[in-house]
């Protein structure tokens, strides 16, 4: 698993996840539960599907701007 976007933004991370989704990529958030919440939460996808799911959030953050 290779860690493709790091934010506290739980809306941002939940939004992105189900973009990836139903591209029919298999992304993870990882570090949800940390104690203090130092740690940004984490959005990981296989190695495999890096560049796909790059290629999809960067258009959808360009759309929504």
Do not use: C, W
């Not at 290779?2 to 958030?29: S, Y």
């Not at 940390?34 to 939460?41: A, D, H």
């Amino acid at each position: 698993m290779i860690a493709i976007l790091e934010t506290d933004d739980p809306v941002r991370l939940g939004f992105l996840k189900m973009i990836l989704e139903e591209a029919d990529l298999h992304p993870f958030i990882f570090d949800t539960h940390s104690t203090y919440r130092q740690l940004p939460n984490r959005l990981m996808v296989p190695e495999s599907e890096v560049e796909m799911a790059r290629r999809l959030i960067e258009e959808v953050e360009k759309s929504a701007t």
